[in-house]
C-alpha cells in the first residue's frame, strides 16, 4: 500500500516535471518580442497608387502588378483610392500623397480642374512626380511625367472595327457615352468615330447619360422608345454595356442586337458566354501596374529622362463571344 | 552532533528557495509582460499626442490670425515647437510594417509646420488671399495627421496582432506553469517529507524493535542503524550496553558450570568418604585381631594361612589409610600384589598373574586404590567366572612424559556399551558386585579425571571372547 502510494507521488512528480519542463520551455523559447524597429529595411522610394474605383477586378490587378513591381525593386508601393465615384475623397488622397511628400504618385486620371489643379500647382511645387494610369488627362493641360496604360484611340478603333465587321458594314448603332468627359473616353469616341468614317454605311448616334446604372438604363428605354431599329450599342464607358443588356432584355431578344464593351469584369463576361455582348477589349491590368511602378522608379533614380510625355501603352486585344464560349 | 536540527533547516531552506524562485520567475514575467504593455501602450500615446499637439498649433494659429498679439505669437511658437519635438520622438516608432506611413505621417507634420509657417509670413506681408488658403491647407494638413494617426494605430494593431497573441498565450502558458510547478513542488514535498520522516523513524523503530528483544533476554542481535544522526548515536550507546549485558552472561555462566563442577566433586569425595567410613567400623580391631590370627596361624604351623591373613591386613591397612591421599606407583603395585596374593589363595592355578614392570616408574603419583579396583574387576570377569581359570597380565611402560599401565585378561570381553558406560563415569558403585572396597572402575577413571584435570586417562579395548586391554595413561608431571 504505501509502495504504492510512493509509487503514484513518484508518478505525479515525473509528470508534473515534464509539464512543467515543457511549459518553461515554451515560454522560454516563446519569447515575445515587441516588433522592432532593428529590422526595418529603409525603403528608398515611397511610391503611392491611388485609385478611384478599389476592389473593383481591373483595379485589383493594377494592385497585384504594382505591389509585386514595388517588392520586386524594393520600394514602398501603398495602394490607395476611394470607392466608386467619391471624388471628393479620391481628391482628399491626392492631396494626402501630396502633404506626405512622397516620392511618385501614380494616379487614376480625373478630368477636372481640381484634379489637373492639385497635380499641376501642389505636385510641381513640392516636386512630386506624377505618372497617370489606366485613364490619362489631357497631355497638355497636366505636367504629368507619363501615362501607363491602354491606347484608348486604338481601343475605340478596336471595337468599332469588329463591330463593321460583325453587321456586315452597314446598321444603326448607338454610342453610348457619359456626361463625365473623361479622357480615356473621348479617345475610346475618338477612335470609334474615326473607324465609322471609313464605313459610311454605318449610321451612328452619340447618347449622353449619367455616369450610374440608373442613368444609363432609363437613357436605354428612352433611346429603345425613339428608335426601336437600332441595330447596335457600343457602351463607351465601364459597366455601361451591363445596364444596356439588362435593359434590352426586358424589351425583346438580344439574338437581334450587337452589343459591344469595353470592360472584361465578370458580369460582362457573363453576358458573353450567353452571347449577349458580342466583343469587348482585353485589357493588362497588371501589366500597367508593373510598367508603371518601374517607370517612376526609373525616373527617380535617373535612368530614363525624360518619360516619354505621350505615355506607354499596355497590351490590348479584343476578346469576342466566341472566344470566351 | 545537531543531525536532526540540520535536516529540517535544510528542508525549510529548500522549500523557501524554490518559492523564491518560483516568485521571481512569475513576477519577472509578468513584469515583462507589463513593460511591453506599456510600451506599446506609449506608442499609442505618442500618436495620439501628435494629433493633438498638430490640432492645437492649428487652432493657435487660428487665434493668432484673428487677433494678433505678441503673446499668441509666442503661444503659437510655442506649439510650433511641441510639434517639432514631437516629430523627432517618431523617430523611434518605426517598424517594418508602418515605415511607409510612418515617412508620410513626418512629412505631414513637416508640411504643416511649413504651411504654418507660410501663413505667418503671408500674414505679415499682409498677402491675405495668400495667407487664407495656406491657412486652409494648414487646417487640411492638421486633419490628414489626426486621419493618419488612426491608420497608424490601425496598422499598429495588425502589426501587434500576432504579438497580442502571443503575450496572450504566454500569460497563459505561465498560469499552467505555476499549476505544474506547484503541483511539482508539492508532491516533491511530499515525498521528501516522507523519506526524511522515515530516515528519523527507522531508526527509532530499529531500536525500539531491538530494546523489546532486549528485554525478552535475547542479546545476541546486532543493533544496526545506518543513518548518521543523534539516533546512531544513540544506537550504538545501546549496542554497546547489550555487547557487555552479554558478557556478563557469559561470564556468570561460566562461573556457574565451575560451581557445579566443584559441587559434583564435593559430593564424591563425601561418598568416597563415607564408603570409608563403612569400612572403617572398628578397623583397629579388625585389623589387630586379623593380625593376632595371622601370629595365631604361625604359631600353630600354618605359615600359609598367616602369610594370607597378614596380606588381608596390610590391603585393610592400606585401604584405611590411602585411599584420601596420592601415592606412588610403587606403592599401589605391591598392595596390588598382596590383593593377587589374597586372590591366588582363593583361585589357586586358575589365576595366574604377570607383571612386567619398569621400575623408573614408581615414583610416579596416583591417586591411593588405582590398580587394585582394576585388577579386581580382572578377576571378577576373567578369573572367578571360568572354571579353567584365567591369565592376567600387567605391563608398566614409560613413554616419556607418561606412564602406560596395561591390564590384560583373557575373559569374556565386554560389550561397547558397558566401556562406554564406564568411560562416561555412569556406572553405579559396584558394591552389590562383591568389590572387596567398594571401589569400581567408574570412580577410579573419575579421581584419575579429577586429578589430572583431563579427560583421556585410560583406554579400554574389548574383544568378545579374547579378552580386555585396559591401559592407564598417567602422567609424570601432575599439574597443580
Not at chain 1, 19 to 36: C, H, Q
Not at chain 2, 127 to 143: D, G, Q
Amino acid at each position: 500500500m504505501r509502495k504504492l502510494l510512493v509509487f503514484l507521488l513518484l508518478m505525479g512528480c515525473v509528470i508534473s516535471l515534464c509539464f512543467t519542463v515543457y511549459y518553461f520551455d515554451k515560454i522560454f523559447r516563446s519569447g515575445v518580442a515587441i516588433p522592432g524597429s532593428e529590422d526595418v529595411v529603409e525603403i528608398p522610394y515611397r511610391l503611392v497608387v491611388i485609385s478611384q474605383e478599389m476592389d473593383s477586378p481591373f483595379w485589383n490587378q493594377v494592385e497585384r502588378g504594382a505591389l509585386s513591381a514595388g517588392k520586386e525593386l524594393n520600394v514602398g508601393v501603398e495602394f490607395w483610392g476611394t470607392y466608386r465615384s467619391n471624388m471628393e475623397d479620391f481628391m482628399k488622397h491626392v492631396e494626402i500623397a501630396i502633404a506626405s511628400k512622397v516620392d511618385g504618385i501614380i494616379v487614376q486620371g480625373l478630368n477636372t480642374e481640381e484634379f489637373s489643379a492639385i497635380t499641376k500647382l501642389k505636385a510641381a511645387k513640392y516636386g512630386i512626380p506624377v505618372i497617370t494610369i489606366a485613364n490619362d488627362v489631357s497631355m497638355n493641360e497636366s505636367l504629368r511625367k507619363t501615362y501607363v496604360g491602354s491606347d484608348h484611340l486604338l481601343v475605340g478603333g478596336m471595337i468599332a472595327d469588329q463591330l463593321v465587321l460583325d453587321m456586315q458594314g452597314s446598321g444603326k448603332v448607338v454610342v453610348m457615352v457619359s456626361d463625365r468627359e473623361e479622357e480615356y473616353q473621348k479617345l475610346r469616341l475618338q477612335g470609334i468615330l474615326d473607324s465609322f468614317e471609313n464605313n459610311p454605311n454605318i449610321n451612328y448616334k452619340i447618347v449622353t447619360s449619367g455616369d450610374s446604372s440608373e442613368q444609363i438604363t432609363s437613357a436605354t428605354k428612352q433611346l429603345l422608345n425613339e428608335e426601336p431599329d437600332t441595330d447596335a450599342f457600343i457602351g463607351v464607358t465601364s459597366d455601361s454595356a451591363t445596364a444596356i443588356v439588362q435593359e434590352v432584355e426586358k424589351r425583346s431578344s438580344l439574338e437581334n442586337f450587337h452589343i459591344y464593351s469595353f470592360d472584361d469584369n465578370p458580369e460582362t463576361l457573363n453576358y458573353m458566354r450567353k452571347g449577349y455582348i458580342k466583343a469587348t477589349i482585353m485589357q493588362s491590368p497588371e501589366e500597367m501596374g508593373i510598367e508603371s511602378v518601374s517607370l517612376m522608379v526609373k525616373w527617380l533614380k535617373g535612368e530614363v529622362l525624360p518619360l516619354n510625355h505621350v505615355g506607354y501603352y499596355t497590351d490590348v486585344k479584343v476578346l469576342r463571344a466566341e472566344d470566351v464560349r | 552532533m545537531s543531525h536532526i536540527q540540520q535536516k529540517i533547516i535544510t528542508l525549510s531552506v529548500i522549500v523557501v528557495f524554490i518559492m523564491a524562485v518560483i516568485w521571481t520567475i512569475l513576477t519577472y514575467y509578468n513584469q515583462k509582460s507589463l513593460e511591453q504593455y506599456n510600451e506599446i501602450l506609449q506608442r499609442y500615446m505618442r500618436m495620439n499626442e501628435v494629433s493633438n499637439r498638430s490640432q492645437e498649433a492649428v487652432t493657435n494659429l487660428n487665434n493668432y490670425l484673428l487677433a494678433p498679439s505678441e503673446e499668441r505669437m509666442t503661444i503659437l511658437n510655442d506649439s510650433r515647437r511641441s510639434v517639432s519635438e514631437i516629430e523627432v520622438e517618431l523617430d523611434g516608432l518605426q517598424d517594418q510594417g508602418n515605415s511607409f506611413t510612418l515617412t508620410n505621417y513626418r512629412n505631414m507634420i513637416g508640411s504643416l509646420l511649413e504651411s504654418i509657417e507660410l501663413t505667418v509670413m503671408m500674414h505679415e506681408q499682409n498677402n491675405r488671399t495668400e495667407r487664407n488658403s495656406y491657412f486652409v491647407e494648414a487646417t487640411k494638413i492638421s486633419k490628414f495627421i489626426s486621419e493618419t494617426t488612426l491608420t497608424l494605430i490601425s496598422k499598429e494593431l495588425d502589426t501587434y496582432d500576432q504579438f497580442y497573441k502571443n503575450i496572450i498565450e504566454q500569460s497563459s502558458n505561465l498560469k499552467r506553469l505555476g499549476f505544474w510547478m506547484m503541483a511539482l513542488i508539492s508532491l516533491l514535498m511530499v515525498l521528501f517529507s516522507y523519506y526524511f520522516a522515515k530516515g528519523i523513524t527507522r531508526p527509532i523503530k530499529k531500536l525500539t524493535f531491538a530494546a523489546r528483544e532486549l528485554s525478552r533476554g535475547r542479546f545476541d542481535l546486532d543493533i544496526e542503524v545506518s543513518s548518521n544522526d543523534e539516533i546512531a548515536f544513540l544506537a550504538r550507546t545501546f549496542d554497546r550496553m547489550r555487547i557487555n549485558i552479554n558478557n556478563l552472561i557469559v561470564e556468570i555462566q561460566q562461573k556457574a558450570q565451575l560451581e557445579r563442577d566443584l559441587q559434583e566433586s564435593k559430593l564424591l569425595l563425601k561418598e568416597s568418604q563415607l564408603m570409608s567410613l563403612q569400612s572403617q567400623i572398628n578397623p583397629h580391631f579388625l585389623y589387630n585381631t586379623l593380625n593376632t590370627l595371622s601370629k595365631k596361624a604361625y604359631l600353630e604351623g600354618s605359615k600359609e594361612t598367616s602369610d594370607l591373613i597378614a596380606s588381608v591386613a596390610g590391603l585393610l591397612r592400606y585401604n584405611l589409610k590411602r585411599l584420601d591421599r596420592d601415592v606412588t606407583l610403587g606403592d599401589e603395585v605391591s598392595i596390588m600384589l598382596q590383593y593377587i596374593d589374597i586372590q591366588k589363595a582363593r583361585f589357586t592355578d586358575r589365576l595366574q598373574f604377570e607383571l612386567v614392570a619398569d621400575e623408573s616408574c614408581y615414583s610416579v603419583q596416583l591417586p591411593g586404590m588405582t590398580l587394585q579396583p582394576i585388577i579386581e574387576n580382572a578377576v571378577i570377569y576373567a578369573v572367578e567366572p571360568r572354571e579353567e581359570g584365567g591369565v592376567i597380565r600387567m605391563n608398566i611402560t614409560d613413554a616419556e612424559s607418561m606412564v602406560f599401565v596395561r591390564v590384560e585378561d583373557n575373559g569374556a570381553g565386554m560389550d561397547p556399551e558397558k566401556i562406554q558406560q564406564i568411560l562416561s563415569e555412569l556406572q553405579v558403585s559396584s558394591v552389590s558386585e562383591g568389590h572387596s572396597t567398594g571401589i569400581g572402575l567408574s570412580n577410579v577413571i573419575r579421581r584419575l579425571r579429577l586429578l589430572y584435570g583431563r579427560e583421556d586417562v585410560i583406554d579400554i579395548t574389548s574383544e568378545s571372547g579374547v579378552g580386555t586391554s585396559i591401559t592407564l595413561m598417567l602422567p609424570k608431571n601432575i599439574k597443580q
